[in-house]
């Protein structure tokens, strides 16, 4: 591991708190466009991964992105194809990998979702230019690669 001064882990420190406040505060609505069915964080995590994943989302990347085992993913997505949420199909790529989708119900949910939450966290942001925020999402997604 690198030497890492005291000075930037204040630092660090001081990003994590920001994130965690952050985290409570995006939890506390993850239960809106889902709520009769009452999905865990992990099932909404993995809906959010399949809806934005850049190539076809598979069980395999899905379990690396959330940090678990294949038995867990494939448990997950027991729930969330049961509950109509999410399909697989042939990955387009590789017809013998399944690709994860939203089903079109889902979609249209975890759509208006998105946009029920930004419209309703605009106002957190008042205080940045676009560019500053522009500039935030740039280095939140610059960590985030970097896992």
Known sequence: M???SEARL????????CLVVWARLLDS???FPFDELQLTRAQLEA???????????????????????GGAV??????????GLVVQ?????????????LSPDSDARVAGF???????MTERFSALTDDELDTMVRLLS???EIL
């Open 2 to 4: 690198t030497e890492v």
């Open 10 to 17: 204040e630092q660090v420190g001081r990003a994590l708190e």
């Open 29 to 31: 609505h993850r239960g």
């Open 47 to 69: 809906l959010f991964f399949v809806a934005h994943s850049p190539t076809p989302a598979t069980p395999t990347a899905l379990a690396k992105a959330l940090g678990v085992t």
């Open 74 to 83: 494939t448990q997950l997505l027991a729930g969330l194809i049961d509950a």
């Open 89 to 101: 199909e042939r990955d387009p790529e590789d017809g013998r990998r399944r690709a994860l989708v």
């Open 114 to 120: 998105e946009r029920a939450l930004s419209l309703s």
């Open 142 to 144: 610059t960590t985030k």
